[in-house]
């Protein structure tokens, strides 16, 4: 692990901070702690951390406004950390820009590994690159999806939704943003036709759509796709 990786922590139960600055230490994080969303915020403008990892029930200030307060001028990965497992927090939250949210409790090794994948998100870079996981390739520059080698013919707006979850992969992307990104702001907010498409995709893309090994869906969330295999 790179002993550079810094991860700010803005959590107020000091119980937890020593759960996570010691799980992460030994792992070789470097770990700064704020206690409340005004001390984060600071910190987060004068630190530039590697990623963030926010509560939502913070002290002084409310954990959603925190992260569009982040949004505004941040693009670090953000991470919700929170005891509220209602969907709708979750969609809010990763409809405002949080990348990824856990709900407490949660393990070390889960902590683990949500925090590389917002790492190599981080760090890919779109333009000009591909995406592949098992036997499923894209090819952005050329438009070109195969799958074992084998052209997979999709429409234009089948090929948008995947190349976007791909783009995005390992991180859920709520059906609302979806819809927006591909039928702009105005469209209904039925997602029907959404879920029409995504259907058609599995069906061309997994070999069982009923298990599918690379597009997921987060129940009454949104959809995330399998992380990509190129560094």
């Keep these: 692990m790179n002993?550079?990786?810094?991860?700010?922590?803005?959590?107020?139960?000091?119980?937890?901070?020593?759960?996570?600055?010691t799980a992460l230490s030994g792992?070789?994080?470097?770990?700064?702690?704020?206690?409340?969303?005004?001390?984060?915020?600071?910190?987060?403008?004068s630190n530039s951390p590697d990623v963030i990892l926010q509560d939502l029930g913070l002290p002084?200030?409310?954990?959603?406004?925190?992260?569009?307060?982040?949004?505004?001028w941040s693009n670090v990965p953000i991470i919700v950390i929170?005891?509220?497992?209602k969907e709708q927090d979750k969609v809010t939250a990763l409809d405002l820009g949080a990348d990824d949210y856990i709900t407490k409790p949660f393990?070390?090794?889960?902590?683990m590994a949500r925090i590389r994948t917002g790492l190599r998100h981080s760090h890919t870079t779109v333009a000009g690159s591909q995406y592949r996981s098992g036997e499923l390739a894209l090819d952005f520059d050329r438009r070109l999806v195969t799958l074992s080698g084998q052209e997979v013919h999709l429409t234009q707006i089948e090929?948008?939704?995947?190349s976007l979850l791909a783009e995005n992969s390992g991180r859920v992307l709520t059906y609302s943003s979806i819809m927006s990104a591909i039928w702009g702001p105005y469209m209904d907010s039925n997602n029907q036709i959404l879920r029409v498409n995504?259907?058609?995709?599995?069906?061309?893309?997994?070999k069982n759509p009923a298990f599918p090994e690379y597009v997921f869906t987060?129940?009454?969330?949104?959809?995330?796709m399998r992380e990509n295999e190129i560094t």
Excluded at 30 to 44: F, I, K, N, P, Q
Excluded at 82 to 85: P, V, Y
């Design 3 to 21: 002993l550079k990786t810094n991860v700010l922590l803005i959590e107020d139960d000091k119980s937890i901070c020593s759960f996570i600055t």
């Design 27 to 45: 792992n070789g994080y470097r770990v700064m702690t704020a206690y409340t969303g005004e001390e984060g915020l600071c910190l987060a403008a």
């Design 60 to 72: 002084d200030v409310d954990g959603l406004d925190m992260i569009r307060k982040l949004r505004s």
């Design 82 to 85: 929170s005891a509220r497992t």
């Design 107 to 111: 393990g070390p090794a889960e902590l």
């Design 159 to 162: 090929y948008q939704l995947l």
């Design 198 to 206: 995504m259907a058609n995709i599995r069906r061309k893309i997994e």
């Design 218 to 224: 987060e129940i009454g969330v949104g959809y995330r």
